[in-house]
Every structure is written in structure tokens, then in C-alpha cells.
């Protein structure tokens, strides 16, 4: 792609409104369902923690073939946004009957199925937006923190409807739980909802046609050239083992934040009060998308104060000390203290490590490098941390019958702590950016 293709006199305020409401719409599809996707597996269609993690694995194979096919059509053949406008109008009808079935071999193939169609998607509303804002420093920060915003709109509003729809009263905590657990079906239809409006939404985002500067047909092939060199091959290779340390957050914080909660009702605490506020099930969650946008806001500035690699750094940092706070702290302040470092897991990791990408490949590869960056997080990374964090670690954690999130949570603690050590001595310092 071009690095810049906005019209001549575009406004750009007006250009970052309809990015931001692209972002806005890309993850709050996203954001309805995966935070509760566990205790509705787990707690109402009552999958085994081996078919979970197949389950959460399914959907990341579309991360895989992703950049093989979007990558290549955006890069080469189709405008960006018409490959995002049917992937969402297909992704929502899958997810709608997702949100539907309670048999394991057909809930597994719909994932399989959406992961093909939603996964690449993520990539493709990165590159849309990089080949159209000025600067990708100081432009792309508050433009991306709206996809955040909208995460947290609708994991508010799913936890609300859970709470105030789904929570007999006069009835036992069993009772409760079941209720709520069937009720988590509610975001499947929510997250299809979404998906039909951004799909026809993205018909009328700026036009990015495919590059006619490309220098082989083939645009994965060119892409791999580009990241087999420094600092992208060492990106990319520590990418897997950060996604699996994420996998850790997404499989198991809502059981994992659930038994913290009960544990205060118990006590009497003040669990209502939170209830109130954010809902239940991934509603609490959301302080750490709360932190997101603290930090993407300020991502102009960080970008100024630290290098690429202090960024990164920080980012593993914070990995590390939410693993450890919930291994060892696990009471509702430190347990939400956790969560808030969110925050900084993402935009100092993962947010910063797709400008990495960005800025040292060419422009006529870059959907297909940001898609084949998306292979390695959401993708491989996702399938491995899954079975890791669900089957694995899991099982060995609740060996005892009871899960003990102590020996569960020090496994990613001491891979974060590993992936510092590993990006400290050996990311260069400072890197240049390729010409679009």
C-alpha cells in the first residue's frame, strides 16, 4: 500500500472520526464475547477444559492462513475495505450462530470458521489506518484507543444485562451462576449486531486500493524478506511466548476473578457495589481497558521519552508483576490492580510492537506484514497459549480438584520475566524506519 492515499483536502479531524468509529466497531465485536466465552463453555454448554481450549484454538486459525489470503488480496488485488466489509458481514453471521449451538463439534467449526474471516480483520483496520493518517506516532495512538472504548462499552453493557436480567433473586449461588451462564449467550447476539454494521460501514471508509509499486506478485513472500531481518525476526520470535502469557489473562481471569468475588460476598464485602458498576462476568475486566486508554492516549508523548525497546521492556515488566500480584496477592485490590496493568501489557507490547512492523516494512507489503505480525500473536501464540493455559498448566494446577491460581499464574510470571531478559540484551537500541 501507499503510505499516505487520503484525498487531496481531506480533513484530517474528519478522517480520524471514521477511523476511530472503524476501531470502535472492529473491537467491541470482538470484546462482547471473549471475555466470557470461559464460564459460557465452561459453566453453561459444560465443555471439558481439554474441548475449551480446542475451542479458543479454532478461532486463531484464521490468524494463520490470514495473511496468506486477506494480506495478499489487500496487498495486491482488492481495496482494503471491501475485504473488511465482507469479512464482517460473514463474521456476523457466524458468531450469531455460535451464540446458538451447545454441541461441541459444531461450536468448534464456527469458531474455526470465524477465526478465518474475523482474525485477519484486526491486521487489515491497521493497515487501512496506517495508509492513510500523517503520522504514525502521533496520529494512530488516540485513533486505535477507540477500539479500546468500545471494548469497554460493550463488556459494560453485557455485564449489565448478565446482572440485571440474568440474576434471580431468592434463589441459591447455584442457581445464580446457572442463570448468568445461560444468559452469556446474549453476547454472541450483541457481537453479531455489531458485526452486521461495521460490515456495511466499511464500504464507506477511505478508499485503499491494493500497491501498483510491487516488487514480486507474491506479497507474503516479499514480506518474509523483510522479517527475517533485525528487529522484526526477534519481534516475531518473542511474540509466541508473550501470547501465550496473554492466554493466561483471557482463559482464565473471569473464573479466576469470579472465585475472588465469591470469596468477598462471603465475607460480606462490598462485591454488590462492584456488581453495580460493572456487571458481572467480563465487566470488570474493562479497568484494564480502562488503563488502555490512559496509556494509548499518551502514546505521542511515550513515543517521544522512550525508545521503541523501553516500550517493549515496560510492557513485559507489566506482564510480569499482574501475573505475580495475582499468584501471590490474590485479594480484590491487588486481583483489580492486576487488571489495570492491562493497560500497559498491550500498549507498551503488543500496540507498539504493530508500529514496529509498520515502520520497517515497505508500503507495498505492509497489510501482509501487519497480517502475518497478527499470525504470530493471534494465531500460533493463541492455539499454543490456549492448550497451554486450559489443558497443560491448567490441569496440572487443579490436579488437587481446586485450581490453585498460585502455581497457575507463577507459569506466565516467569515466561514474562524470561522475555525481558531475552528483549534487554539482545533488541538493538534503536532501529530505522523503511520508506513507505
Known sequence: ??????????????????????????????????????????????FTGEQIGYCFSAGALGAIFGPFLAGQLADRTFATQKILGVSHLLGALLVFLMGMTGEFNYFLALSALYGLVYAPTMALTNSLAFAHIPNRDTDFGPIRVWGTVGWIAVGITVGQILFRYHTPVGVSADDVTAAQNAGRAVAFQISAGLGVLMGLYCFILPNTPPSRNAKQNTAWLEAFGEVAKMPLVLLFLIAVPVSII??????????????????????????????????????????????????????????????????????????????????????????????????????????????????????????????????????????VGSIVAANIVGNWASASGTMDYAKLFTVPMWMAIGCFAIILVAYPNRSKSLPG
Not at 472520526?17 to 464460564?39: D, E, K, N, V
Not at 488502555?292 to 515488566?317: D, N, S, Y
Not at 507498551?348 to 508500503?363: H, K, Q, S
Open 246 to 383: 496473554h492466554q493466561f489473562y483471557f482463559v482464565q481471569a473471569d473464573a479466576f476473578i469470579g472465585s475472588v468475588q465469591a470469596s468477598i460476598v462471603e465475607k460480606g464485602a462490598f462485591e454488590k457495589t462492584i456488581s453495580e458498576v460493572f456487571g458481572v462476568g467480563g465487566g470488570l475486566m474493562t479497568i484494564g481497558q480502562m488503563t488502555e486508554i490512559l496509556v494509548l492516549a499518551m502514546m505521542p508523548f511515550l513515543t517521544k521519552w522512550f525508545t521503541r525497546k523501553h516500550l517493549l521492556l515496560i510492557g513485559l515488566a507489566a506482564y510480569a508483576l499482574r501475573m505475580a500480584l495475582w499468584a501471590f496477592m490474590p485479594t480484590l485490590p491487588f486481583v483489580m490492580a492486576g487488571i489495570a496493568l492491562h493497560g500497559l501489557c498491550f500498549g507498551c507490547f503488543i500496540f507498539v510492537a504493530f508500529m514496529i512492523v509498520d515502520e520497517n516494512t515497505t508500503g507495498d507489503i505492509r497489510a501482509t506484514a501487519q497480517s502475518l505480525f497478527n499470525l504470530v500473536i493471534v494465531g500460533i501464540g493463541t492455539i
Open 1 to 46: 500500500m501507499n503510505s499516505t492515499i487520503t484525498a487531496p483536502g481531506s480533513s484530517i479531524p474528519y478522517l480520524r472520526t471514521r477511523l476511530s468509529l472503524m476501531m470502535f466497531l472492529q473491537y467491541a465485536i470482538w470484546g462482547a464475547w471473549l471475555p466470557i466465552l470461559y464460564s459460557f463453555l465452561s459453566g453453561h454448554l459444560k
